[in-house]
């Protein structure tokens, strides 16, 4: 089954599942959603599914991974700027990276709200996710009140300009836009919103990091994705994939957004 997004980018559809599911509750969620995807195209590899369970459960889901062979990605909710040493409460990209993470979401809303974390803040995350091997997922996006003041795309292209500060040409990342006022709100951007601003931010990868990067990196849409619109946004040339909250911990819900080619034609 063919990608459908743009350059041959192979989509990747992402649960991030902030403060929710135990890690005896990630183990029933994983292999229910691996049972109920047994048919699924990530089993050929046309689209990559990833989970980011909270730090306590990765190793558990780690282990429930290999054991299994399931073929899902695993990735962390954050990670620390350095990499050892005296930081109560933090967590290295170097034990992410021996837990076989892949991927590590940096600069979410919701990090950068409750967390005070900044453009400075994240650009370091990136570096210290890519000195250990992690692929940082770099989200970017504005709130309600930057929408109606500077329109949809200034504010991410400008906080993904500060991200990819000193990142190598050849690095591998991936970028979400996700529009604050979308997140939990049941309110998604449309299509064409998504796409207009994930077409900039891809401009944007291609000014810091040259045209290969720009043609390789996904680009992700979050934001109130659920099955009933997955498959609007992945029509779109510049959307990649995306980044999904609620609807990652309903099974049934999740599969179907991963099953979205089934919607979508191809
Ligand atoms: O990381 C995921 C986003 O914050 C989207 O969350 P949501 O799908 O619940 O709107």
């Given at each position: 089954m063919a990608?459908?997004?743009?350059?041959?980018?192979?989509?990747?559809?992402?649960?991030?599942?902030?403060?929710?599911?135990?890690?005896?509750q990630a183990v029933a969620f994983v292999q229910k959603l691996h049972w109920t995807l047994k048919d699924a195209a990530h089993e050929d590899g046309s689209v990559e599914v990833a989970v980011f369970p909270p730090f306590?459960?990765?190793?558990?889901?780690?282990?429930?991974?290999?054991?299994?062979?399931?073929?899902?990605?695993?990735?962390?909710?954050?990670?620390?700027?350095?990499?050892?040493?005296?930081?109560?409460?933090e967590v290295s990209g170097a034990f992410l990276a021996k837990l076989s993470a892949r991927y590590v979401i940096i600069g979410h809303s919701e990090r950068r709200e409750y967390h005070h974390e900044g453009d400075e803040i994240v650009a370091e995350k990136v570096q210290a996710a890519l000195r250990h091997g992690l692929v940082p997922v770099i989200c970017v996006g504005e709130t309600a009140a930057d929408l109606e003041e500077f329109g949809a795309a200034a504010?991410?292209?400008?906080?993904?300009?500060?991200?990819?500060?000193?990142?190598?040409?050849?690095?591998?990342?991936?970028?979400?836009?996700?529009?604050?006022?979308?997140?939990?709100?049941?309110?998604?951007?449309?299509?064409?919103?998504?796409?207009?601003?994930?077409?900039k931010l891809r401009e944007v990868i291609g000014q810091k990091l040259g045209a290969d990067a720009a043609e390789r990196t996904r680009v992700l849409y979050g934001g109130s994705v659920k099955s009933g619109n997955i498959a609007s946004f992945m029509r779109e040339p510049d959307v990649d994939g995306a980044l999904v909250g609620g609807a990652s911990l309903l099974v049934d819900e999740f599969a179907a957004i991963i099953r979205y080619q089934k919607h979508v034609g191809v």
């Open positions: 990608a459908v997004t743009g350059g041959g980018r192979t989509p990747l559809i992402a649960g991030n599942w902030k403060m929710n599911l135990d890690h005896l306590t459960d990765i190793r558990t889901v780690q282990t429930l991974l290999d054991a299994d062979k399931i073929p899902f990605a695993l990735g962390a909710q954050d990670l620390s700027t350095k990499d050892a040493g005296a930081y109560t409460g504010v991410p292209v400008g906080q993904l300009e500060k991200a990819l500060d000193g990142v190598p040409a050849d690095a591998d990342i991936v970028v979400a836009y996700e529009p604050v006022w979308a997140i939990g709100s049941g309110q998604a951007a449309t299509p064409q919103q998504a796409q207009d601003v994930c077409a």
